[in-house]
């Protein structure tokens, strides 16, 4: 099924700056979902999910978060933050008009979710997680971008060169993940320094007493022997949240090579999350197994 994709941007307000963000848009309607990427991706890689919810007749919107795509990218640490990051996705609701959504994203984008859906509970129809960074994933995460942050900081060179190196590459030549793979290398050394340290140097994520009070449904999705986002890190969180239900991925890639099992999980549950909907309470969509 074919769905309309529309590209939009807006502004945000930051301290000496105005920067511009820029999303797509897929579908109609008033069944929103935002979608969000992962720590230095481009919005273009929730592109195949946002078309398979779009066709079953949600409205999702993908973002491209402040540093990241086709946003602005300034070089000011103090302007990277999961909490800014998720004032981003409210001031993207205001922009649309949309008074509630389905929020969710992988890795960065789950825990910009999650602390979305812990500072605007009233605005949360429902959450999708994908492997989320929390306590146990913290040590992975700082040894896997610190030194991408230094060597930005202290040899910008080296990431210019490989700036240099991918980004003549055209897109529509190579496959599409390896398309999303050459955007995620497209990064400007100032920018690229500012958003690790913005992100590893602020808060990561709502704290467990949070996370626990947030009543939304939810949906997580864990990754076996994925060092950076543990298993268990998905299971805790599934375990904390009151309306939260888990599902095992078969594989790290399986989203992403062979994602219509997924894909159906994911629609079932954002559709149930609006559609169960009610004055009185919601109930907790189940997923296909």
Not at 218 to 232: E, K, N, Q, S, W
Request: with cysteine; glycine share 8%.
């Amino acid at each position: 099924m074919l769905v309309s994709e529309r590209i939009g941007q807006f502004f945000v307000a930051n301290p000496g700056s105005r920067d511009r963000l820029e999303y797509t848009e897929y579908g109609g309607g008033d069944r929103w979902v935002v979608l969000l990427h992962g720590q230095l991706m481009p919005r273009r890689m929730q592109q195949p999910l946002a078309r398979a919810l779009a066709a079953e007749g949600l409205h999702v919107v993908t973002l491209d978060l402040l540093g990241h795509g086709r946003s602005d990218r300034p070089a000011d640490a103090l302007v990277y933050s999961v909490t800014s990051f998720a004032d981003q996705v409210e001031a993207l609701l205001d922009h649309l008009g949309a008074e509630r959504a389905v929020i969710g994203g992988m890795s960065l984008g789950a825990n910009v979710s999650l602390e979305f859906a812990a500072t605007q509970p009233h605005r949360t129809q429902g959450l999708l997680l994908e492997m989320p960074v929390l306590d146990n994933g913290l040590h992975a995460g700082i040894v896997a971008f610190v030194p991408l942050m230094f060597a930005a900081r202290y040899l910008p060179w080296t990431v210019s060169w490989v700036r240099a190196l991918t980004r003549p590459i055209p897109r529509g030549l190579v496959p599409f993940w390896a398309g999303i793979g050459l955007d995620t290398l497209d990064q400007r050394p100032a920018s690229v320094a500012a958003v690790i340290h913005g992100i590893i140097f602020g808060r990561v994520a709502p704290q467990s007493k949070q996370r626990r009070a947030i009543t939304a449904p939810a949906l997580v999705v864990g990754h076996p022997t994925d060092p950076i986002h543990p298993f268990a890190d998905a299971v805790m969180l599934a375990e904390e949240m009151p309306n939260a239900q888990f599902v095992e991925a078969h594989s790290v890639l399986e989203w992403r090579a062979r994602p219509d099992r997924l894909n159906a999980i994911a629609a079932d549950f954002a559709l149930a999350c609006w559609d169960e909907a009610s004055a009185s309470g919601r109930r907790t969509p189940r997923a296909r197994a």
